[in-house]
């Protein structure tokens, strides 16, 4: 069964808009645990407009389960603050600068041999490493041979297609699955699952490890309450 690591950006960002500590992230992060979440993902970007850099500090020092750190390794404060963790893994994505969320995953034959470095840097501090990409056969051809442990497919496509054919929408992720099985890569996966669209992927995709889900858990939450929340995501992914 896939593991659910919840993102708790979007705590962060509520936690900003007024300057306080309400929410308490440290206290949702260990909630997210209590409640069955297997791992924390952050994704911290430049401008701290959510998840600062302290937080990661303090969230590494109590929780219990994987911290998943994602972000944008041209950053040398990123890198820094990695390495300084030293979480269960970390997970490369390419963001430009000022962008809203994350919008698309690496071009690993361009940019093979920069990763690789990447990916040695962090494998050599002990660090679990995970390349955000589409689901293209080539990337994650190119992914395998940066040595990274794990690619995470990044499933907006998927989630936008779903509503209108799923089956035509899921059908390039097992593409890349069967493609990422045969290398020997891990497979993480993310971005806008939800509680409507996540069994169905969860179910199709052979040997899915991780899911990291953050906006529409949270929003979820709201309605659901967080605890009863995570526990239907986590029955979503039984399968
Ligand atoms: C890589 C990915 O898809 C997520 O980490 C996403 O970027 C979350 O970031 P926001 O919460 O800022 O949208
Ligand atoms: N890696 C994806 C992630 O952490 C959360 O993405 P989203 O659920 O906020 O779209």
Not at 210 to 226: N, T
């Amino acid at each position: 069964m896939a593991k659910l690591s919840v993102n708790i950006n979007k705590i962060a960002t509520l936690r900003n808009s007024r300057g306080g500590n309400n929410p308490d992230l440290i206290k949702v992060a260990l909630d997210c645990e209590r409640f069955g979440a297997e791992g924390i993902t952050v994704h911290p970007r430049p401008d701290e407009r959510h998840i600062r850099y302290q937080d990661v500090f303090d969230l590494k020092s109590v929780i219990s389960t994987e911290l998943n750190i994602e972000g944008n390794c041209r950053e040398q404060k990123f890198i820094d603050l990695v390495l300084a963790n030293a979480p269960a893994q970390v997970t490369l994505v390419p963001d430009s600068e000022g962008q809203i969320t994350s919008n698309h995953g690496w071009d690993t034959v361009t940019h093979q041999t920069y990763l690789k470095e990447m990916v040695s840097l962090f494998q050599g501090a002990g660090i679990r490493v995970s390349i955000f990409v589409d689901p293209v056969r080539d990337m994650i051809e190119a992914a395998q041979q940066t040595g990274t442990d794990r690619i995470e497919l990044y499933t907006e496509a998927y989630a936008a297609g779903y509503k209108g054919d799923k089956v035509k929408a899921i059908a390039p992720y097992i593409q890349a699955a069967h493609t990422a099985n045969k290398l020997g890569l891990g497979i993480n996966a993310g971005h806008d699952l939800d509680l409507e669209n996540l069994k169905y992927f969860a179910s199709s995709i052979p040997n899915l490890l991780e899911v990291s889900i953050g906006h529409a858990l949270i929003s979820d939450a709201i309605y659901l309450g967080l605890e009863n929340t995570i526990q239907l995501y986590t029955r979503q992914l039984s399968v």
